[in-house]
């Protein structure tokens, strides 16, 4: 098995894994088309020290997303049904011995915690919202082009304090292979002010969906605008054809939780972090 370190111009073969592996119901976490697509606003050197696609002669194996600490993993399906695969990865994975994340049936995940791993005390909430039929949305918004770069950074360097988005990194990101799949979304008040984003990503007809990432300006929480740019969002990715939309916020997040919960996601798994066994 082969690990092969990935940049901007090369991550196609990343992204079309994760597609290919996307389920129809719920993401097939912990790692999305949209956390790779939302890493690529950064820096060549950044993107190559952290993305890579495991593989052996059929194909691709796993896709990896090394977030400091955090090593991320999705899983092929076929690893599942070969045990010297799952064996090899495990072991590689074990060797590195970082913490990780990898989806709760993997059998990736079983090998750890029978190998003394734990859960992380601070789980994320798997929120997932099915896509059946069309969303209202009742304030105004608009698919993000060149003309709301800056008001869209805004809203995220406003939302996250230490945030490092910049408009030369929303460009970046969005002229990535991964823009293709981007749903950019912005909510105004009625004055005209950038209140909320988000961005959604699109894994294909009948597959699931994420956003990756989702933001209110403090100044306009409590409005009903982060709702409304969460349905904005899904009611897009509906439109693309996708079958339901996900997202993890980490579970004590309260203000998340509650405007998903408004938005009518509910939640599907608690999904924690694997930390090796202690030395």
């Known amino acids: 098995m082969m690990r092969t370190p990935l940049g901007r111009d090369d991550c196609g073969l990343a992204l079309d894994a994760l597609r290919a592996w996307a389920k129809p119901g719920r993401s097939s976490s912990s790692l999305h088309v949209g956390d790779v697509g939302w890493f690529l606003r950064f820096e060549e050197d950044t993107v190559r020290s952290a993305l890579s696609l495991w593989s052996d002669a059929t194909g691709p194996v796993a896709v990896e997303l090394f977030d400091p600490p955090v090593r991320r993993f999705t899983v092929a399906p076929r690893v599942e049904a070969d045990p010297s ?41 798997h929120f997932v919202l099915p896509l059946s039929g069309p969303i209202t949305v009742d304030v105004p918004y608009a698919l993000v082009g060149e003309a709301d770069a800056a008001a869209r950074v805004d809203v995220q360097r ?30 105004r008040t009625p004055g005209g002010s950038a209140a909320a984003a988000a961005i959604g990503w699109f894994a294909g007809p009948g597959r699931c969906a994420v956003l990756e990432p989702v933001g209110t300006h403090p100044r306009y929480r409590r409005r009903g605008y982060g709702r409304a740019v969460v349905l904005a969002t899904a009611e897009e990715l509906r439109r693309l054809g996708a079958s339901a939309v996900a997202v993890l916020p980490p579970a004590d997040n309260e203000p998340a939780v509650g405007v998903y919960r408004a938005a009518g996601f509910e939640v599907v798994a608690h999904e924690h972090t694997l930390n090796p066994p202690a030395a």
């Open 85 to 125: 695969l799952l064996s090899a990865l495990v072991e590689t994975i074990t060797a590195d011995g970082s913490p990780i994340e990898v989806a709760p049936e993997s059998g990736v995940r079983t090998a750890l915690l029978q190998a003394g791993w734990t859960e992380d005390p601070s789980p994320a909430a």
């Open 158 to 187: 406003s939302a996250f304090q230490r945030s490092t988005f910049t408009v030369a990194r929303w460009r970046q990101l969005h002229a990535s292979p991964a823009g293709r799949y981007a749903v950019d979304v912005l909510v």
